[in-house]
């Protein structure tokens, strides 16, 4: 069985930084396209970025110029390096596998938490 677990979250002040990691393990198909969503209460998963694979890249405005995601396809793991972080993104963050149109694997998340 394809799995994905995050890890890096916790506490961090406004401004400060944090980076996430996201590692893909089983089966034999390799990192696929990979992205990260956060979450809060009563709101969807809200998508933040991924990496297709052939490392092309793509942003929500709201983490552009902020967050960056990157991969080493040889450890199957992304990583979203977040800097100059806001009380805002305070949330459950997780990583999303795909491979083709209709498989998908979600981790099952890691917490954020922005606060002085």
């Known amino acids: 069985q394809v799995r994905v677990a995050e890890f890096g979250g916790g506490l961090v002040q406004p401004g400060g930084s944090l980076r996430l990691s996201c590692v893909a393990s089983?089966?034999?198909?390799?990192?696929?396209?990979m992205g990260w969503y956060r979450q809060v209460p009563g709101s969807p998963p809200e998508f933040l970025a991924d990496?297709?694979?052939?490392?092309?890249?793509n942003y929500d405005d709201s983490v552009k110029g902020r967050f960056t995601i990157s991969r080493d396809t040889a450890k199957r793991t992304v990583y979203l390096q977040m800097n100059n972080l806001k009380p805002e993104d305070t949330a459950v963050y997780s990583c999303?596998?795909?491979?083709?149109?209709?498989?998908?694997?979600w981790g099952r998340g890691t917490q954020v938490t922005v606060s002085s």
């Open positions: 999303r596998l795909r491979f083709g149109e209709a498989s998908f694997y």
């Open positions: 089983g089966g034999d198909l390799g990192i696929g396209v």
């Open positions: 990496i297709t694979l052939n490392g092309v890249v």
